[in-house]
T-cell receptor, first 112, second 113 residues
Framework: EAQVTQNPRYLITVTGKKLTVTCSQN?????MSWYRQDPGLGLRQIYY???????DKGDVPEGYKVSRKEKRNFPLILESPSPNQTSLYFC???????????FGQGTRLTVV | KNQVEQSPQSLIILEGKNCTLQ??????????LRWYKQDTGRGPVSLTI?????NTKSNGRYTATLDADTKQSSLHITASQLSDSASYIC????????????FGTGTRLTVIP
């Protein structure tokens, strides 16, 4: 079954404690993206990747890092989380930039 | 500026009734327009993708229309069911660039018995 898998689904952490949210896809897609979703703001792109070792900033990259060492995985790293990064995060993958995006189930992150 | 605006922000309808959601966009150059359904706390799931040359596309009880001249799209839901309660997000893709998806803020639909 084609899917995008994120882990964990829920995470509560304290300010400054580094964390990683994993994302894996089994569709051999070249493109992967991370989004955050906040009430009233819709989905905003954090980072995206067009292929292995190729990443670029989206609209709201501050405070986040990503890596793409292999095609299927695209982890999101928060080196020093802050309360304003409390949000619902989604990973997505797609075959080409203009094709359907498949989203993961989301990670609800709370930073206290 | 590339933007996608959806209306209404929220909508409550009785089970069995029809409804129409609107999406206006200014994204250029246009590649395609997608409608996604997002259940609370879950990832968006694609309903339809429409290119410039398509003006209607159906997926079961969901029918999307696209007017590329006026840059408007609508999503019509027929004979609503309780399971249709969700947010519906309009996403427009531009032709150039990998950072080329523009999201609306969604319409929150609640279907009541």
């Amino acid at each position: 079954e084609a899917q995008v898998t994120q882990n964990p689904r829920y995470l509560i952490t304290v300010t400054g404690k580094k964390l990683t949210v994993t994302c894996s896809q089994n569709m051999n897609h070249e493109y992967m993206s991370w989004y955050r979703q906040d009430p009233g703001l819709g989905l905003r792109q954090i980072y995206y990747s067009m292929n292995v070792e190729v990443t670029d900033k989206g609209d709201v990259p501050e405070g986040y890092k990503v890596s793409r060492k292999e095609k299927r995985n695209f982890p999101l790293i928060l080196e020093s989380p802050s309360p304003n990064q409390t949000s619902l995060y989604f990973c997505a993958s797609y075959y080409r930039a203009d094709t359907e995006a498949f989203f993961g189930q989301g990670t609800r992150l709370t930073v206290v | 500026k590339n933007q996608v605006e959806q209306s209404p922000q929220s909508l409550i309808i009785l089970e069995g009734k029809n409804c129409t959601l609107q999406c206006n966009y200014t994204v250029s150059p246009f590649s395609n327009l997608r409608w996604y359904k997002q259940d609370t706390g879950r990832g968006p799931v694609s309903l339809t993708i429409m290119t410039f040359s398509e003006n209607t596309k159906s997926n079961g009880r969901y029918t999307a229309t696209l007017d590329a001249d006026t840059k408007q799209s609508s999503l019509h839901i027929t004979a609503s069911q309780l399971s249709d309660s969700a947010s519906y997000i309009c996403v427009v893709s531009a032709k150039r660039g990998a950072n080329n998806l523009f999201f609306g803020t969604g319409t929150r639909l609640t279907v009541i018995p």
